[in-house]
């Protein structure tokens, strides 16, 4: 059974930087699409950035320019890239594999393969 465990994490200033990273185990992740998620606290949660199986990426627009979403098969490893960090990205972060267009994918809160537990970003000065 696939299973996904988040990291990279932690406390960064603003403007600053964090790669998330998302380990995957049990199966194969160049199988799947891949989906990063987020939830503040009070907030719904949302789709961040996705990537699907045709590599075809997806960003929310206001991470636009500064995350950056990738994968790599050989390691079953995927990742998030995020540069000028801001407060508003403090969130817990959640990975997601999925078989749904990356569009789709961060589109949607159910239907997916598998969730990670998540990984907490706290953007604070």
């Known amino acids: 059974q696939l299973q996904l465990v988040e990291s990279g994490g932690g406390l960064v200033q603003p403007g600053g930087s964090l790669r998330l990273s998302c380990a995957a185990s049990?199966?194969?992740?160049?199988?799947?699409?891949v989906g990063w998620f987020r939830q503040a606290p009070g907030k719904e949660r949302e789709g961040v950035s996705c990537?699907?199986?045709?590599?075809?990426?997806y960003y929310t627009d206001s991470v636009k320019g500064r995350f950056t979403i990738s994968k790599d098969n050989a390691k079953n490893e995927a990742y998030l890239q995020m540069n000028g960090l801001k407060p508003e990205d403090t969130a817990t972060y959640y990975c997601?594999?999925?078989?749904?267009?990356?569009?789709?994918?961060?589109?949607?809160?159910?239907?997916?393969?598998?969730w990670g537990q998540g990984t907490q970003v706290t953007v604070s000065s």
């Open positions: 049990g199966s194969t992740l160049g199988a799947y699409g």
């Open positions: 990537i699907d199986v045709g590599g075809t990426t």
């Open positions: 997601v594999a999925s078989w749904r267009a990356a569009k789709s994918m961060c589109a949607a809160l159910d239907g997916h393969v598998q």
